[in-house]
C-alpha cells in the first residue's frame, strides 16, 4: 500500500512538473494575421514584421468597416515613441505619438495555463501542431484575454482580448517565417515627415491603430 501512495504521489509531481510554462516567440519573424471586432463589424486581413530587438512592427492591413475597404500601412517604432501611417497611392505620410510601450510576443507570466490540444492530426507524422492556450486579465486596462501559442516554438496562433473601450477583438495569427525578411519593413518612406519636434504630434495607441472605430455615419446607417 505505501509503494502505491509513494507511485501516486511521484505521477501527480510529475505531471506538475510535465505542464507548459509560459514562453516567449522568437526576437524576429513575420507572418499574417486576421482579425475581427465590433461585433464582426470590423474584419480584417494583414501581414506584419516583428522585431523585438530594435522594438518595432510594420503592419499592412486590409480593413473592411461595413461595406467600405480601407488600406491600412502602420510602421511603429517604440523606442522612438512614433507610428507612421503609410499611404503609398497618394504619397502622404502622417506620424504620430506612440503612446504605448514595447510589449514583446509573449505569454504572460501570470497567465493560467487552460489545455493543450493538437490541430491537425497524430495519425501522420508532422501533420499536427501541439499548442497550448492561456487565459489571464490585466486589471490597469481592464482587459480579459486568451491565448494560444504553438508548444515548440512558441508562435502566436490566436488571441482573443476584451476591453470596455474595445469590445472583443479576435485574431488569427499563420504563415509565419523567422527571421527579418526585409530590413526596409522598418524604415520610413522619404515621403515621411523627417525627425523634428514631436511636442504636438496627435497620439496613438497599438489597439486604437490596428482597430479604427466606425464612424458615426457608418455607425447609422447599419441602424437604418
Same mark, same amino acid.
Given at each position: ?30 507572418? #499574417? ?10 474584419? #480584417? ?38 507610428? $507612421?501611417?503609410?499611404?503609398? /497611392? ?10 504605448? /510601450?514595447? @510589449? ?18 497524430? /495519425? ?7 499548442? *497550448? ?11 480579459? $484575454? ?28 499563420? *504563415? @509565419? ?37 466606425? /464612424? ?9
Amino acid at each position: 500500500m505505501r509503494g502505491l501512495v509513494l507511485l501516486f504521489i511521484s505521477g501527480v509531481f510529475c505531471s506538475i512538473s510535465a505542464q507548459p510554462r509560459p514562453c516567449e516567440s522568437p526576437a524576429q519573424y513575420v507572418g #499574417s494575421m486576421s482579425m475581427t471586432a465590433a461585433d464582426g463589424i470590423i474584419t #480584417s486581413a494583414a501581414t506584419y514584421s516583428y522585431d523585438a530587438h530594435a522594438q518595432q512592427i510594420r503592419v499592412r492591413n486590409y480593413m473592411t468597416i461595413f461595406n467600405e475597404t480601407i488600406l491600412m500601412d502602420l510602421l511603429m517604432h517604440f523606442k522612438q515613441g512614433v507610428m $507612421y501611417e503609410i499611404d503609398y /497611392s497618394r504619397l502622404r505620410c502622417e506620424k504620430k505619438a506612440l503612446e504605448t /510601450s514595447f @510589449h514583446p510576443t509573449r505569454v504572460p507570466a501570470d497567465a493560467a495555463f487552460m489545455g493543450q490540444v493538437i490541430l491537425g492530426t497524430t /495519425s501522420v507524422a508532422g501533420l499536427g501542431l501541439l499548442t *497550448n492556450s492561456w487565459v489571464g486579465e490585466i486589471p490597469e486596462i481592464q482587459a480579459q $484575454y486568451m491565448l494560444t501559442f504553438a508548444e515548440f516554438t512558441c508562435l502566436p496562433i490566436s488571441a482573443s482580448v476584451f476591453t470596455p473601450q474595445t469590445g472583443w477583438i479576435t485574431m488569427s495569427f499563420y *504563415n @509565419h517565417l523567422l527571421g527579418v525578411q526585409n530590413p526596409q519593413d522598418f524604415v520610413p518612406p522619404f515621403f515621411c515627415p523627417a525627425s523634428a519636434s514631436d511636442e504636438h504630434l496627435p497620439k496613438t495607441n497599438f489597439l486604437k491603430a490596428v482597430r479604427p472605430s466606425p /464612424s458615426k455615419d457608418q455607425d447609422s446607417s447599419r441602424k437604418n
